[in-house]
């Protein structure tokens, strides 16, 4: 099972970036797939979760109407698309899956793990 985020990178205030979170190992149908992110000296917090089932999502309210998540199956693979960038959004973002389709908001709740991408925004 592997999780490899990319499109991470630089933006300037008010801009846009679009992460992908590709999926091996394991097909997204019966998993929940999230997205956390972490700022430097503070703890991991989700941002955004999907249902393979149903497409069911959630946001946190630091995000949104600025990030959508969606899933493309036959890519087997997870985005977040992030628009009206701010500072605040300064972090590593990961994404994670969870064996169930039952939602969860933990860190620890989490079975699989991407190794990061970073993302950063200023001026």
């Known amino acids: 099972v592997q999780l490899v985020e990319s499109g991470g990178g630089s933006a300037q205030p008010g801009g846009s970036l679009r992460l992908a979170c590709a999926a091996s190992?394991?097909?997204?149908?019966?998993?929940?797939i999230g997205w956390f992110r972490q700022a430097p000296g503070k703890e991991r917090e989700g941002v955004s979760r999907?249902?393979?089932?149903?497409?069911?999502?959630f946001y946190t309210d630091s995000v949104k109407g600025r990030f959508t998540i969606s899933k493309d199956n036959a890519k087997n693979t997870v985005y977040l698309q992030m628009n009206n960038l701010n500072p605040e959004d300064t972090a590593v973002y990961y994404c994670?899956?969870?064996?169930?389709?039952?939602?969860?908001?933990?860190?620890?709740?989490?079975?699989?793990w991407g190794q990061g991408t970073q993302v950063t925004v200023s001026s």
């Open positions: 190992g394991f097909t997204l149908d019966y998993y929940y």
């Open positions: 994670a899956a969870r064996r169930t389709i039952v939602p969860a908001d933990k860190t620890y709740q989490y079975d699989y």
């Open positions: 999907i249902s393979g089932v149903d497409s069911d999502t």
